[in-house]
């Protein structure tokens, strides 16, 4: 076997044969992913899924296994729509409908190696992230701890907090167990990309958020359930990354914030607002798990209003 074939059989050894009824579950679930985590409004959603299920109609046709595809199998692939005219648009939006999928494969356990993760996009102009200014971040936060409900508003501000204060990825989030923290020594212990683990410190807010949660609401949502994990549903079982989202849209209903707030709108507040306040480049590289430094730089560029204010107090010619 050839280490490409290694790599394949690997990709998708948690991969079944699909009938067609188990496949249009499958799309339909890749389909709620778009929707709900991606944001993306529903004629791209529609677009994508359907991208998908033509791939994997050629797939099923060629005798081809999806979970293992090569370089070669998708240019050939989307060299035909090439052939026929099609758009390059529309050959690229195909080439990341697909990439998409196999993330989504791979975030729903259904694969562990992505086969189109060294197939390369066409570039594109790089779009800064959005993010909160620090009076929204701490609006959202402190709405959230006045809500009515006791138990969704101490659990609603430690998740808040945490994904805020620590910079975290919504699978961050969601992963994270008892064991991953102590209040004590002021710190949690998160498994990133690629299964690297990597220690964030807690700040004195998250610290009491999470310690009020700990001692009221958890047990609240456990009932008679033992779960390891941190952050528990109304069943007593972990929070998934779709109940994140719903609370995390609850909260900014609450708050009145006319803006788009993702969880990863946090983690770039998170980042942004250290860089502003003047922390190392590198030290908040550790802090997001980015194995690039390149991937962290982009927050230097963020704050035009906080750049033009930094030099007019600091360059002597600014005045």
Request: net charge positive; hydrophobic share 40%; aromatic share 10%.
């Amino acid at each position: 076997m050839t280490a490409s074939e290694k790599i394949q059989s690997s990709a998708g050894k948690n991969w079944k044969r699909q009938t067609p009824a188990q496949t249009e579950r499958l799309l339909e679930r890749f389909s709620n992913y778009l929707l709900v985590e991606r944001s993306l409004v529903q004629k791209s959603v529609q677009a994508y899924v359907t991208d998908v299920r033509q791939f994997f109609q050629t797939c099923g046709s060629a005798g081809r296994n999806p979970a293992a595809v090569d370089r070669r199998t998708l240019h050939d692939y989307l060299q035909q729509f090439a052939s026929l005219g099609f758009a390059s648009t529309t050959v690229a939006r195909k080439l990341t409908s697909i990439k998409m999928f196999y993330r989504f494969l791979i975030i729903d356990h259904k694969l562990e190696l992505d086969p189109t993760e060294n197939i390369a996009l066409p570039k594109r102009p790089r779009i800064l992230p959005q993010v909160l200014s620090t009076d929204e971040v701490f609006t959202l936060i402190d709405t959230a701890s006045e809500a009515p409900d006791h138990f969704w508003a101490l659990r609603s501000r430690a998740m808040l907090e945490v994904l805020y204060g620590c910079g975290l990825r919504v699978s961050e989030l969601t992963g994270l167990k008892l064991s991953d923290i102590s209040l004590e020594d002021a710190y949690i212990r998160v498994l990133g990309k690629r299964n690297k683990e990597r220690v964030v410190p807690l700040g004195h807010y998250a610290i009491v958020a999470v310690r009020e949660y700990l001692n009221c609401a958890r047990p609240h949502y456990a009932g008679k359930k033992t779960s390891e994990y941190l952050f528990l549903s109304y069943r007593g079982r972990a929070l998934s990354r779709m109940g994140v989202w719903k609370i995390l849209r609850q909260c900014v209903q609450l708050a009145g914030l006319k803006r788009r707030v993702t969880p990863h709108t946090l983690r770039h507040s998170f980042a942004t607002h250290l860089l502003e306040g003047g922390a190392d480049l590198r030290a908040v590289q550790e802090m997001l798990g980015h194995a690039d430094i390149s991937t962290t730089q982009i927050y230097v560029h963020l704050d035009w209003q906080y750049l033009r204010e930094v030099y007019r107090t600091f360059h002597p010619r600014a005045r």
